[in-house]
Nanobody, 122 residues
Framework: DVQLQASGGGSVQAGGSLRLSCVPSGLTFDDYAIGWFRQVPGKEREGVACISSSDGRTDYEDTVKGRFTISSDNAKNTVYLQMNSLKSEDTAVYYC???????????????WGKGTLVTVSS
């Protein structure tokens, strides 16, 4: 079975940084995309960033552009989300997902991992 494990969440003050990791098991990072999403209770899940394994193309949601960076280490079969200049509004549970979409849209993903909580205090 394909599983995705997200980790790296935690508590940080505004302006700080965190790096999330996503490790897909049961497959290698080959010919699909990995997306990061986040969700706040009572709100819909929001796409944050996406990376395509075929060409490394990335895409970001507007509010994180310039602050977040998605990258992959194929040797480690890991996808990262480096989050800098964090704001209180970035507080959410973050999920990684696998799919075919080259932009971070939930309907373009077919396998989801458990989330990791990011809390940013102001």
């Amino acid at each position: 079975d394909v599983q995705l494990q997200a980790s790296g969440g935690g508590s940080v003050q505004a302006g700080g940084s965190l790096r999330l990791s996503c490790v897909p098991s049961g497959l290698t990072f080959d010919d699909y995309a990995i997306g990061w999403f986040r969700q706040v209770p009572g709100k819909e899940r929001e796409g944050v960033a996406c990376i395509s394994s075929s060409d490394g193309r990335t895409d970001y949601e507007d509010t994180v552009k310039g602050r977040f960076t998605i990258s992959s280490d194929n040797a480690k079969n890991t996808v990262y989300l480096q989050m800098n200049s964090l704001k209180s509004e970035d507080t959410a549970v973050y999920y990684c997902a696998k799919g075919w979409a080259t932009i971070p849209v939930a309907h373009g993903m077919d396998c989801w991992g458990k989330g990791t909580l990011v809390t940013v205090s102001s």
